[in-house]
């Protein structure tokens, strides 16, 4: 009886210390799962969203192949208070023309990759809208809409500037004993990857053909082939002049009014050229050592030629470039017409790398040039307005800078061959420096036990789309080589392929998306005593 009643307590007094660790048990398994949940939901706080591979490409601000810039302020940019700027307001508004009547920018708003694409468009959408008649107007215009950046070839402290005209020549719609040289329009066997051969405009630049048959295609012929009648006789003569040397002038200016025997005039303008560089024939006379470097000028060239007609042939040959030309309906009082499609303002157009640059676009140039004598060094502050190009034109801060039409504007061009500041007006869309502030900072370098834990390939399913793409694009290039008339937006072969073949495009693997390096492990005193303390107690044992 004693025994039951003290097992009978001992069962109580159990029950009595284990119901509430039981009950504590059975809450922490009941809780268990929310618990994990609020400690993930911390971690997926402290962790900073995963970067997918591979990493996207983010755009800079601005970026000019081959240049260096530097923002200013108007204040600093040297003479822009002793310029006139409502003629630079007048050349501008032109130019608004065209840039609103283009429909084929890129979704970001790049236009055939260039850095400005269609920015152009908001300061446009105002100056169409406004006539301005007040220089300080036109000044606060641009300071409006604009933000000032120097700019220079990289490694460069300034630009370089020449100048053109247009000559004003002698000529005759027929042959006959004075006027014998032709003035040749755009043969239609001259033939451009990627364009068709009755395009309105062809690129200046890169490799053009002469189709033999149906498919085969070989270089366009050279001056020296073109001057010994390569092309004559197809009825591709515009007119004809006096000399060579006339033509070969005409050519480097890209256009000419040529004054007709039958008191006429006509307009030609530039149209399409033969595919071949163009080689400075200055040049040629100042590494000869005939003309001094300080003394070159065109009229300089000119004159030597006409005293020496057997050597002005062998040096004309030498530059093997050859221009066509297209006449245009223009009256006398109309300026040329530039490549933009507009007439160009004398002294206020510029002709500029179009690989780089979007016409319309101003440059203030500022420096000293020989404007009144060839000794002179006359104050040259002037904002200008890109609207034209030419084969010789190349880099971010080069420019022919446009004086008009005739002997006294030929005098001026011909003698400028100089250095001066160029400072390129940026949109304000696209300011460098306000841009740059949003631009996000690239992710940390990863530790190297990280690095290697994650392989940074291409996944299986990109891959496969990458090899797909390429083995498309050359199916495409390869038809585009076939047929007579391709594609506008068909890649133009490198200047170094074979004219008669296409060169076949290899497919290549998809390679690893690198990483950037892993950080370097660099140790802690406090590790390094700790490490060397665990040696030295392993080799006592």
Known sequence: MVREIWKRGFTARRLTYWTPALALSVAAV??????AEAVRARHRAATPPVRHLPYPQLDWPLEISNSQYLPMDWTDVPGWNDDDQLAAYRTFRASCKPIAAKTDAAPDGRVDGKALG????????????????????????????????????????????????????????????????????????LFVRGFKQDATSLPNKGPVYRKIGRRKLVPYYDRAEIEDGAIEGRGLEIAWLRNQTDLLFAQIQGSARISLDDGSTIRINYDAYNGLPYTPVGRILIERGIIPREQMSMQRIRDWMEQNPEGANELRRMNRSYIFFRE????????????????????????VDKSLHVYGTPFFITGELPIESEKSKTAFHRLMIAQDTGSAIVGPARADLYFGAGQDAGKVSGRLKHSIQFVMLVPKSLDPVARGRKMPLPDARPSEKIAKLFPQVLPK?????????????????????????????????????????????????????????????????????????????RNRR
């Open 328 to 351: 245009v309906q223009l009256s006398e009082k109309d300026e040329a017409v530039g490549a933009q499609g507009i007439p160009l303002t004398p002294g206020r157009s510029i002709a």
């Open 30 to 35: 009941a809780l268990a799962p929310y618990a």
């Open 461 to 537: 399913e990109a891959a496969k789309d990458q090899v797909k793409d390429q083995a498309k694009d050359q199916g495409q290039a390869n038809k585009a080589a076939a047929s007579p008339v391709n594609d506008a937006k068909a890649p133009a072969p490198a200047a170094s392929a074979s004219p008669a073949t296409t060169v076949a495009q290899n497919v290549v693997a998809p390679q690893p998306v690198p990483l950037p390096e892993a950080r370097p492990r660099i140790e802690s005193d406090r590790n390094i005593r700790r490490l060397r303390y665990g040696r030295r107690h």
């Open 118 to 189: 269609d920015s152009l468009r908001d300061p446009c959408r105002d100056a169409r809208a406004t006539d301005l008649a007040d220089n300080a107007a036109a000044r606060a215009f641009f300071e409006r809409h604009f933000e000032p950046l120097r700019i220079s070839k990289l490694g460069d402290a300034d630009g370089f500037v020449t100048g053109y005209y247009e000559p004003v020549i002698e000529g005759s719609r027929t042959q006959n004993e004075v006027y014998n040289v032709p003035v040749y329009r755009r043969p239609s066997n």
